[in-house]
């Protein structure tokens, strides 16, 4: 898997949109972008994922540049629930998921009230 | 929703005991995973297993075995615990794709 660089930490003010970068300079054709975000004490949650176009759920939002060389996760309107540590990945879509993920490690948001 | 449950949130052991982690997922995927997470080092990949009695190695698979005997259970085994398997053990399973990924909660486990 393609290796990714993230900033160690961020703060976001409450209610602001919080933009998080990740770049992925060696990601090959076939590979996805995937985010997940782990909430202290707890396991990793999937938010996101994307090839090339940008996509949008009901958590984020993820924006991918045309070189596909870099992302931004962006969370719209960031509560203080959304603090957490953010995992940019890439990885093949394998169709089972079955090799494990690489996760890195991470961008610990902190939302300030 | 699918849940992945690890039978204990924290456990404390001596040294040089047998130790058994336990994992069991309800929506019958096919594919687990074990990771270990400890401060600096971020989440990283022990076992993984896709499909019932097979297994493969992660990326630091020494001093830990796993069985799957079930596809709804997957084991971690610390043979002969030792001090540097002190850490937080995290379970996962997946269905379809890296998005698929569910994580238990953990299991803080001390070696004493």
């Known amino acids: 898997d393609a290796k990714t660089t993230q900033p160690p930490s961020m703060d976001c003010a409450e209610g602001r949109a919080a933009n998080l970068p990740c770049n992925h300079s060696t990601i090959s054709g076939n590979e996805y972008v995937y985010w997940y975000r782990q909430i202290h004490s707890q396991g990793p949650q999937y938010i996101i994922h994307g090839l090339k176009n940008n996509e949008t759920n009901e958590m984020a939002s993820l924006i991918i540049t045309e070189d596909r060389k870099s992302s931004t996760l962006i969370l719209p309107h960031a509560t203080l629930r959304d603090t957490a540590v953010y995992y940019c990945?890439?990885?093949?879509?394998?169709?089972?998921?079955?090799?494990?993920?690489?996760f890195g490690k991470g961008t610990h948001l902190i939302i300030q009230p | 929703d699918v849940k992945v449950t690890q039978s204990s949130r924290y456990l404390v052991k001596r040294t040089g005991e047998k130790v058994f982690l336990e994992c069991v997922q309800d929506?019958?995927?096919?594919?687990m995973f074990w990771y270990r997470q400890d401060p600096g080092l971020g989440l990283r990949l022990i076992y993984f297993?896709?499909?019932?009695?097979?297994?493969e190695k992660g990326d630091i698979p020494e001093g830990y075995s796993v069985s799957r005997e079930k596809k709804e259970r997957f084991s971690l085994i610390l043979e002969s615990a030792s001090t540097n398997q002190t850490s937080m053990y995290l379970c996962a399973s997946s269905f379809q794709g890296a998005e698929g990924y569910t994580f238990g909660s953990g299991t803080r486990l001390t070696v004493v």
């Open positions: 297993s896709y499909d019932v009695k097979m297994k």
């Open positions: 929506m019958d995927h096919e594919n």
């Open positions: 990945i890439v990885a093949a879509y394998s169709g089972g998921g079955a090799d494990g993920l690489t």
